[in-house]
């Protein structure tokens, strides 16, 4: 059994957002190098990588160890989208109880914005040799992109549940409303329902804002054991639990694009940690878009599977509501960087670290969430201020 | 034997297409679609089906398995109207239809919802196979909506 053992110790994040002229590698190391010194450690401490990069760049952790001057006892990139950065605090946290490492540096880093600018013309992309398979069951059907596979989720949901477009564009005008009060966001101007109605269409139910943004970004933290970590200037903030769980048969196989794979990931996360949903101040969820923050919210036990939109739309998400999520503007808002921002958020609320306007009052428990690997993996993390 | 669909033209709802590579698993597939065939993969030790194809089922790992030529009834699990173009090919297209269709044998597939008004496809409506030839030498499937009662 996992001991928690393990707290986090630093965590920052690059410059988000559009950054001409970043690579993924340069935002990488300065995310690390940030997180480090955040948690007042060195170089010479890091002995453990785990870092992902855009899936095209092979072996990630030997690009940054390289950039930062670093043989490291514990390093791997993990492969499992989305879920992969929640992922990787669960694998420093056994690598370290195991030892096989001390001090491991987790993040993840991709110039998703300055990408979107340098590749050819859509015509290009689409003749692009994509993967066999893609190509043969998805492609050759016109479905491209990434919001289509979550738009049939949704779609469905609003048939089986009655959830309605509002209801999801409570989630994207609750999320905005967090990144307002984020100097670092991406979007930072207030989204009312009457321009998220208005939204440009790109598959339905979803518009533009529905997606989650295109960002160059990186996020970092450091991984230690809790008894170094009380050494330390920041107060610790402990890996309490976590739970995972993969629906590999696909997300349009049985209820999986309604009972996603959150729901056993979180019923894992739950028994590890011992605690309930109840027991959550804040959850910091993997939105890819929005209608995956409100099927998260019902399968994490928030409220019940069919419930989640009147739930969100009755201010659930709010700083004051019952259970405040993406409390610095989410994928949605602040910057995509697949997932990595929603561990360093939910360290810096168990800090107390925000200014009030943007705190969490007396947050205890966090949830952070990690989802993709072809929208079927989910990691769970519970994390707790020491 | 499975009453062969017609071939149908429905330019106006149908998303000119990037063509399918046939691999060893799927050319059985494709195959029969050139025939106006609907098959799926069925094992011959537990007797379930699974799509897309493989080369094991998927239920019991068995490699023993035939192409069943099935009904070609389904009905809508979930689909997505699609109203940005990924290319400009696609333009001239919008709005088109991706839907996930239920077989009446089990398994689901990806495919095109055609012959109607994109804003009355629905969750659980009823619909039948169709075949389109794209290209020289490549047919694809889609599925229009069904009359459900008296169906032949």
Partial sequence: MYGRSAAIVGAAHSKLGEVPGSTSIGLMADAAVAAVADAGLQRSDIDGIIVRGPDDEYCFQQQLGERLGLNAAFTTSLDNGGASQALAVVLASLAIEAGLATTVLCGYARNSWSRTRQRGSRKARMNQATHVRTREWRDSFGYFGEPATHALGAQRHMALCGTTKEHLGHVAVSVREHATRNPHAQMRSPLTMDEYLQGRLVTTPFSVYDCSLRTDGAGAVVVTDVSRARDLPRPPVIVRGFGSHNNLRGWTVDDHMIETAAQASGERAYRNADVSPADIDTAQLYDCFTYMVLAQIEDYGFCAKGDGGEFIASGALALDGAIPTNTSGGQLSEGHVEGMLQVVEGVRQLRHEHPVERQVPDARLALVSGHGGNTVCHTTLILERD | ?152
């Avoid at chain 2, 429905?10 to 799927?26: F, G, H, I, K, Y």
């Fill in chain 2, 1 to 152: 034997m499975v009453e062969s669909a017609p071939a149908i033209v429905a330019e106006e709802t149908r998303p000119r297409r990037v063509l399918p590579q046939p691999t060893a698993d799927s050319r059985p597939f494709w195959e029969a679609c050139a025939r106006r065939e609907l098959t799926i993969q069925r094992c011959n030790s537990c007797e379930r089906h699974w799509f897309p194809p493989s080369n094991r089922c998927q239920h019991c790992w068995s490699d023993d398995f035939w192409w069943r030529p099935v009904s070609g009834h389904a009905e809508v699990y979930s689909f997505t109207v699609f109203h940005r173009a990924y290319a400009p090919e696609l333009a001239d297209q919008l709005p088109y239809v991706v839907g996930v269709v239920e077989l009446a044998e089990g398994p689901r597939l990806i495919t095109n919802i055609v012959g109607c008004d994109p804003g009355s496809v629905r969750v659980r409506m009823p619909v039948e196979v169709v075949f389109d030839d794209v290209a020289e030498g490549v047919t694809l499937h889609a599925f229009r909506p069904r009359e459900k009662a008296g169906a032949p």
